[in-house]
């Protein structure tokens, strides 16, 4: 086992802090723990992935405050001396298995307190679950962290690697709704990986991506275990103490 740990400041919202310990596997995959904090909510994480990169499982817990408890540092204390507590809580299981070529989700949900009135349901409508049989991979708004399965399985942190199209489970925060979201991954522009070594010695490489449902089309610089360093106008790594 190697275990990294890995931190992300948004850049899109300076207020979002990405955490992340990962143990990756001499055999491939990975075992991880998060947990992404804004001015809003907190979310907790885990995720497992096997040998070939493939998400397992993953859950998430979501605490959101109140607009007038908003604070820069969700961990200091409020005027009274206590901690801020939390308005309402959301909670969201996700189990991946194999069944033939077709990927077969499952989810359960759960949610108490005053959940905003503009969220939607949690997880994949029943209805929904076909439009997932192609989906791999959990991919976990604004965290970087979740890129790293594609990258690692598809091998485009390896140049001359052409367009592969794939389809995620999109998990949206704070609400916790999962969409099916269609995206491209490929290996980044010609030469443009030394450049950026250069800017960064923990840049190994660089990987194009595009998403097909939303305006995304960036290139990742990309450390030596496939865990993004930059991601443009949403994240960059930051140094651990």
Do not use: K
Request: glycine share 8%; net charge negative.
């Amino acid at each position: 086992m190697t275990t990294v740990e890995v931190v992300w400041r948004g850049l899109d919202d300076e207020s979002r802090l990405d955490v992340a310990s990962v143990e990756f596997d001499a055999d491939g995959g990975f075992v991880a723990t998060g947990r992404q904090s804004t001015e809003r909510y907190r979310a907790q994480w885990d995720l497992v992935v096997d040998s070939s990169w493939r998400t397992r499982l993953f859950t998430v817990d979501v605490e959101g405050y109140a607009p007038s408890s908003a604070a820069e540092d969700l961990d200091a204390p409020d005027e009274t001396g206590g901690s801020l507590e939390p308005v309402w809580q959301r909670h969201l299981n996700l189990w991946r298995r194999d069944e033939g070529s077709r990927s077969v989700w499952r989810c359960e949900s759960g949610e108490s307190g005053d959940v905003p009135g503009d969220f939607g349901p949690i997880g994949i409508a029943d209805d929904a679950l076909e439009l997932f049989v192609e989906a791999l991979d959990v991919d976990l708004a604004g965290c970087p962290l979740t890129n790293t399965m594609p990258i690692r399985r598809l091998g485009v942190d390896a140049a001359g690697v052409g367009e592969r199209p794939i389809t995620t489970a999109w998990v949206s925060l704070p609400d916790l709704a999962v969409i099916p979201s269609a995206q491209v991954y490929s290996s980044g522009p010609e030469g443009l990986s030394d450049i950026a070594s250069a800017l960064d010695d923990r840049v190994v490489s660089v990987v194009h991506y595009r998403s097909a449902t939303r305006d995304v089309s960036v290139d990742l610089a990309v450390d030596a275990h496939g865990l993004v360093v930059t991601y443009p106008e949403l994240a960059a790594r930051i140094d651990v103490d």
